[in-house]
């Protein structure tokens, strides 16, 4: 294990997001960045039979100074019924959906007030998913520059140029027709491979 990792939150994290938690023993997580638009934070990328497609999740704008953990989900779409609706569509036929299906379904059902409580819960389950116990803490101020653990914040950032990961090609449902698509949400990986997401 590794000294603790920095990280901002993210929604249905990448196989890199979630392969780093694992290599860390403590985990803090950003709470005190103003929200930046057009990232992991609200967003993933999964698979389908037609390729790569985003998923977002919409937010109340209340100012353009609001910090992450103040940003409130909108529910003005029904957008839990269209995600589920195609997360079901996209992994209804991997080798595990059948068995982790309940864990995330609760999440399209249920509505959380704040951006940051929703995607903690869904890690939290996600780890649990994986028998994988790990102490969160969070940030009390924001730091541009932090020395004192390793700083994966960029992780959460739609071009991750500023940090590079070694991935493991693993099976995914759609790979004959599309290939293999590397660092797409985790929930790809738990859906196909289920606990051996561990070893990627």
Known sequence: MQKNI????????????????????????EKQEKFIKQTYRNRCDILTANGMMPLSIP?????????????????????????????????KSSPYFEFFEHEFKSFYETRYEFL???????????LKILRVKKTFQFTDTYELN????NDYRALSELKQTKIK???KPYYQVFADKNGFKENVS????????????KQL
Not at 73 to 81: G, K, L, P
Not at 116 to 126: A, G, P, S, V, W
């Open 146 to 149: 932090s020395t004192e653990v």
């Open 6 to 29: 920095l990280v901002s939150t993210a929604y249905l994290p990448s196989v890199f997001y979630l392969k780093q938690i694992l290599m860390h023993d403590t985990v803090l997580i």
């Open 165 to 167: 990961i070694e991935s």
């Open 186 to 197: 985790c929930i790809d990986a738990i859906f196909n491979i289920g606990l051996d997401v």
């Open 116 to 126: 940051f409580d929703y995607n903690l819960q869904l890690l939290e389950t996600i």
């Open 59 to 91: 937010l109340i704008k209340q100012s353009n100074q609001e910090l992450i953990f103040e940003k409130k989900i909108s529910y003005a779409e029904n957008w839990q019924h269209q995600h589920w609706r195609t997360l079901v569509s996209a992994y």
